[in-house]
């Protein structure tokens, strides 16, 4: 079992940045692959960002690329999503997610098992 705590959002305006943090309750957090996804309103999930269980691969949706980067500290059982030069089309509830089983290229694909309560993060124009 995994809980996960986002926090970090906010409202900004275009161009901006935000660092959202998530943070794992777990004994394994090394064992896990991370990521992000993001539901706008009137949209379904997406997909954002996922890292390797050692933080060394990474995979970014296309919409996301060079603006915005994951990062882990395993030893302190967090994940950081730093997001430049934000864009109105970033607007959405962002949420933190684990695995234990899947890579971290599968979370393009594939549902995540354990996820956090999201945060929330308004661009305005």
């Known amino acids: 079992q995994v809980q996960l705590v986002e926090s970090g959002g906010g409202l900004v305006h275009t161009g901006g940045s935000l660092t959202l943090s998530c943070v794992a309750s777990?004994?394994?957090?090394?064992?896990?692959?991370m990521g992000w996804f993001r539901q706008a309103p009137g949209a379904e999930r997406e997909f954002v960002v996922s890292?390797?269980?050692?933080?060394?691969?990474?995979e970014y949706n296309d919409s996301v690329k060079g603006r915005f980067t994951i990062s882990r500290d395993n030893t302190k059982n967090t994940m950081i999503l730093q997001m430049d030069s934000l864009k109105p089309e970033d607007t959405a509830v962002y949420y933190c997610?684990?695995?234990?089983?899947?890579?971290?290229?599968?979370?393009?694909?594939?549902?995540?098992?354990?996820w956090g309560q999201g945060t929330q993060v308004t661009v305005s124009s």
């Open positions: 890292i390797s269980r050692g933080g060394g691969q990474t």
């Open positions: 997610a684990a695995d234990y089983s899947l890579g971290y290229s599968n979370f393009k694909t594939k549902i995540p098992a354990y």
């Open positions: 777990t004994d394994y957090f090394s064992s896990a692959t």
